[in-house]
């Protein structure tokens, strides 16, 4: 079995969903900044260095990179847990 990064990583640390935050959508912890607008700025040719530069409460590389490194499989496991609480 190989071992992947997000089984290190609490993913509450990473992303959040709350209902009374960005009315529910999938954020960086901690932040209102919804998580569609880093794949949004990756499409667009942008680089994660100006994607921090516009929204500095998303903490350094490590939040960005453990969420690209979650994708698909950690998101699938978010989603399931987000809707067995609900």
Do not use: C
């Amino acid at each position: 079995m190989v071992e992947t990064r997000h089984n290190a990583i609490e993913l509450g640390k990473v992303v959040s969903r709350d209902p009374e935050v960005h009315s529910g959508d999938l954020v960086f912890a901690g932040t209102r900044v919804p998580v569609d607008t880093l794949v949004d700025y990756l499409k667009a040719d942008h680089s994660i260095e100006e994607f921090l530069i516009d929204f500095p409460s998303v903490e350094r590389r490590w939040q960005i990179e453990s969420y690209l490194d979650l994708l698909p499989d950690g998101l699938d496991r978010l989603r399931a847990q987000g809707e067995s609480t609900s």
